[in-house]
Nanobody, 123 residues
Framework: QVQLVESGGGLVQAGGSLRLSCAAS????????MGWFRQAPGKEREFVAS????????RYANSVKGRFTMSRNNAENTVYLQMNSLRPEDTAVYYC????????????????WGQGTQVTVSS
């Protein structure tokens, strides 16, 4: 019902910034809460940020709070993750995800996932 494609990942030095984008297909994007998750090699997938259907409410993992900002543009069917002050421990594959209705911090609550985009932060 909704397909997601992430972009914007790459290699950046510690302290730098990246902006990830997630483009969604379909005609009901505004009905989905969105989330960003990340997974490093050998680690479990972890919550990064989420946003409500209208963009009014956002939630962040403590590890990224104050550094990352999530936003959405429902007219363009796109969600963003602005990543500032990047650290080597931010290195991971970043995934966007969608669930119909309210937002959640739990990966298991999201039914739709993108393919992921690699973010590598060098020291």
């Amino acid at each position: 019902q909704v397909q997601l494609v992430e972009s914007g990942g790459g290699l950046v030095q510690a302290g730098g910034s990246l902006r990830l984008s997630c483009a969604a297909s379909g005609r009901t994007f505004s009905g989905y809460a969105m989330g960003w998750f990340r997974q490093a090699p050998g680690k479990e997938r972890e919550f990064v940020a989420s946003i409500s259907t209208t963009g009014t409410y956002t939630r962040y993992a403590n590890s990224v709070k104050g550094r990352f900002t999530m936003s959405r543009n429902n007219a363009e069917n796109t969600v963003y993750l602005q990543m500032n002050s990047l650290r080597p421990e931010d290195t991971a594959v970043y995934y966007c995800a969608a669930r119909y209705g309210s937002s959640s911090t739990g990966a298991k609550d999201y039914a739709h996932w993108g393919q992921g985009t690699q973010v590598t932060v060098s020291s």
